[in-house]
């Protein structure tokens, strides 16, 4: 693994912004925002919008996310990007048979969640309804050992067995499938024909992405970690505005008008 903002990095991104047809892609919490307490509170800095909309207006760009589409679409607001919400499930233009499939398992795993919620909530664990995903949100527990066991005691009781998630201080519960970052990233590839990707993360979350066996995918995880498939890293979120810059640079550079 090595910086992304290094000599060879940069190369790997000259290349990428060379390609008329590529697309850039991100996460949003921990790599566009960072990870804030309030998990409402996330919100681009003036710089970094700024930035990502320029790149937005340069090239096909996207932004990929565990929130829900109703609750990303405000943050973006104004810039130009593809928006691809509830981990791959939302913005994809999807079936009406998988929509409703993932909206009636997750009505039924809250009719669950609720029997236990006095256990949750005493640890501090918040439950977040996301429509056709749940999250279990733990940041501001005294005890994160306490609230992770409380939430694994309540996931083992949800029927249909749910796909389990880890990020940071969350559990997110998923519809069983083939429906994740990696395959929405891949969907949105095949909309655009896109000839190749970046693609820059933070967790676990978007482990499905890097690990996709896909040449044409530039994969940057936020922050360096062994027990990662990514193939770049970026020492820190507070560093993506110098990524952005850069890209919105190299594509200026390389794709002139």
Same mark, same amino acid.
């Given at each position: 693994?090595?910086? =992304? #903002?290094?000599? /060879?990095?940069?190369? *790997? %991104?000259?290349? +990428? $912004?060379?390609? @008329?047809?590529?697309?850039?892609?991100?996460?949003?919490?921990?790599?566009?925002?960072?990870?804030?307490?309030?998990?409402?509170?996330? =919100? #681009?800095?003036? /710089?970094?919008?700024? *930035? %990502?909309?320029? +790149? $937005?207006?340069? @090239?096909?760009?996207?932004?990929?996310?565990?929130?829900a589409?109703?609750?990303?679409?405000?943050?973006?607001?104004?810039?130009?990007?593809? #928006?691809?919400?509830?981990?791959?499930?939302?913005?994809?233009?999807?079936?009406e048979?998988?929509?409703?499939?993932?909206?009636?398992?997750?009505?039924?795993?809250?009719?669950?969640?609720?029997?236990?919620?006095?256990?949750?909530?005493?640890?501090?664990?918040?439950?977040?309804?996301?429509?056709?995903?749940?999250?279990?949100?733990?940041?501001?527990?005294?005890?994160?050992?306490?609230?992770?066991?409380?939430?694994?005691?309540?996931?083992?009781?949800?029927?249909?067995?749910?796909?389990?998630?880890?990020?940071?201080?969350?559990?997110?519960?998923?519809?069983?499938?083939?429906?994740?970052?990696?395959?929405?990233?891949?969907?949105?590839?095949?909309q655009?024909?896109?000839?190749?990707?970046?693609?820059?993360?933070?967790?676990?979350?978007?482990?499905?992405?890097?690990?996709?066996?896909?040449e044409?995918?530039?994969?940057?995880?936020?922050g360096?970690?062994?027990?990662?498939?990514?193939?770049?890293?970026?020492?820190?979120?507070?560093?993506?505005?110098?990524?952005?810059?850069?890209?919105?640079?190299?594509?200026?550079?390389?794709?002139?008008?």
């Open positions: 693994m090595q910086d =992304v #903002l290094s000599a /060879p990095g940069k190369r *790997a %991104l000259d290349r +990428l $912004a060379g390609q @008329a047809e590529a697309l850039f892609a991100f996460d949003f919490d921990g790599t566009l925002a960072r990870i804030v307490q309030d998990r409402h509170a996330a =919100v #681009l800095t003036e /710089p970094i919008r700024v *930035a %990502l909309h320029a +790149l $937005a207006v340069a @090239a096909p760009t996207a932004v990929i996310s565990g929130r589409l109703d609750d990303l679409r405000p943050r973006i607001e104004g810039i130009s990007a593809h #928006l691809i919400g509830n981990h791959g499930l939302e913005g994809l233009h999807m079936s048979r998988v929509m409703h499939q993932a909206h009636e398992c997750c009505r039924a795993w809250l009719k669950t969640v609720s029997k236990d919620e006095q256990n949750l909530t005493r640890v501090g664990v918040i439950v977040e309804d996301k429509t056709y995903s749940l999250t279990f949100h733990y940041r501001q527990a005294c005890s994160p050992q306490l609230a992770r066991e409380a939430i694994f005691h309540t996931v083992s009781m949800l029927t249909p067995s749910p796909r389990l998630v880890l990020g940071k201080a969350v559990v997110n519960a998923i519809p069983s499938g083939n429906l994740h970052k990696g395959s929405a990233m891949l969907e949105l590839m095949h655009l024909k896109s000839s190749g990707a970046l693609y820059v993360g933070d967790d676990d979350t978007d482990e499905d992405v890097f690990s996709l066996p896909d044409r995918i530039v994969t940057v995880r936020i360096k970690k062994a027990a990662t498939a990514a193939q770049w890293y970026l020492a820190r979120q507070s560093q993506i505005g110098l990524l952005l810059e850069y890209l919105v640079l190299a594509r200026r550079r390389l794709m002139p008008s």
